[in-house]
């Protein structure tokens, strides 16, 4: 079962449960040109192994052990906060956000872990939660409050049609459309000379 191994509700911070998550969703659901099912019933070993080296990228402690049971309930999971990911604009966002939270957290309690940890918040059923209700729960509690913070849709899927990586809004400024400064300019390249080809 999951251990948060850090002295805060989010890790350091919510911005990186937020990233956490759109880290966890690029192992576990597909993109468009990249993992359809069948090659995905082939490398179950490797996306578990990714899975796990994600969560230990971000303080989960040793093992880190995800059965068949709790990877399909995390692929289910991170499918569904997809929809938080797709969403155009901010109220659609908060109305995802808000059903999941509806429908997967429970009341805010602080927990140590037994004495193992510093207290920190969870929104999980309780220390013994499954992977799949801990991403969910922590995962919504980071997104609002970003959401929250920023005003507008935390996170996105990146708006190239060959890419569609989920990725975190940060900063003030306008949202982000790519996921990075390769894709937004792959596409720009890509539009210009589209562009040519019809004034030609």
Same mark, same amino acid.
């Given at each position: 079962?999951?251990?948060?191994?850090?002295?805060?509700?989010?890790?350091?911070?919510?911005?990186?449960?937020?990233?956490?998550?759109?880290?966890?969703?690029?192992?576990?659901?597909?993109?468009?040109?990249?993992?359809?099912?069948?090659?995905?019933?082939?490398?179950?070993?490797?996306?578990?192994?990714?899975?796990?080296?994600?969560?230990?990228?971000?303080?989960?402690?040793?093992?880190?052990?995800?059965?068949?049971?709790? @990877? %399909?309930?995390?692929?289910? /999971?991170? +499918?569904? #906060?997809?929809?938080?990911?797709? $969403?155009?604009?901010?109220?659609?966002? *908060?109305?995802?956000?808000?059903?999941?939270?509806?429908?997967?957290?429970?009341?805010?309690?602080?927990?140590?872990?037994?004495?193992?940890?510093?207290?920190?918040?969870?929104?999980?059923?309780?220390?013994?939660?499954?992977?799949?209700?801990?991403? @969910? %729960?922590?995962?919504?509690? /980071?997104? +609002?409050? #970003?959401?929250?913070?920023?005003? $507008?849709?935390?996170?996105?899927?990146? *708006?190239?049609?060959?890419?569609?990586?989920?990725?975190?809004?940060?900063?003030?400024?306008?949202?982000?459309?790519?996921?990075?400064?390769?894709?937004?300019?792959?596409?720009?390249?890509?539009?210009?000379?589209?562009?040519?080809?019809?004034?030609?």
């Amino acid at each position: 079962m999951p251990v948060d191994s850090q002295q805060s509700p989010f890790g350091r911070s919510p911005h990186d449960a937020a990233q956490r998550a759109a880290e966890i969703m690029d192992v576990l659901v597909p993109r468009p040109g990249s993992r359809d099912e069948a090659t995905r019933l082939a490398r179950t070993w490797d996306e578990r192994a990714e899975l796990a080296a994600v969560l230990r990228a971000h303080g989960e402690p040793e093992p880190v052990e995800i059965s068949d049971t709790d @990877l %399909a309930a995390l692929r289910r /999971a991170a +499918a569904d #906060l997809r929809e938080v990911f797709a $969403a155009g604009d901010v109220a659609a966002a *908060a109305d995802r956000i808000n059903a999941l939270l509806a429908a997967h957290a429970h009341p805010p309690r602080l927990t140590s872990h037994g004495g193992g940890y510093g207290w920190h918040l969870h929104v999980d059923c309780d220390d013994e939660a499954s992977w799949a209700q801990w991403f @969910l %729960a922590s995962s919504c509690l /980071a997104l +609002a409050v #970003l959401l929250a913070e920023r005003q $507008a849709p935390p996170a996105r899927l990146c *708006a190239s049609p060959s890419c569609g990586k989920p990725f975190v809004n940060v900063g003030r400024g306008s949202a982000r459309r790519y996921c990075s400064p390769g894709c937004g300019t792959r596409e720009r390249v890509a539009a210009h000379r589209g562009a040519g080809r019809v004034k030609s």
